[in-house]
């Protein structure tokens, strides 16, 4: 079924959300990977949390995950990236709070979650 495209007054008919032209300045917008803090450091940091918390829904303290269909199904599901619970906006103490606001999710949750905005 097709509808409007997502953006504002265009009339462009998608399958889902916004055409090729919108969906590309929404990406430009939010600025590349580096620019958003994914950085080398990052990447060694990450790294280090998934060997630490390597299943979907981890977190420190054996705090519960947000939005971890595995966790919350008694799936064991091996993480495929770091969360952060609460999106950090270019926040660095949100960015950066490990023990706080990250988490391990599968591709799946994190998609998910993702896509419903937080």
Known sequence: MMTFCAAAGCGALVTRGRCPIHAGALDRARGSRQARGYTNRWGRRAAIFRARYPLCGMRPGNRPPVMSACYD??????????????????????????????????????????????
């Open 73 to 118: 199904a008694d799936r064991i599901t091996l993480g495929a990236q770091v969360d952060h619970v609460v999106p950090h906006k270019g926040d660095p103490d949100l960015f950066w709070d490990e023990l706080g606001n990250w988490q391990t999710l599968c591709a799946s949750c994190g998609a998910r979650k993702s896509k419903a905005g937080l």
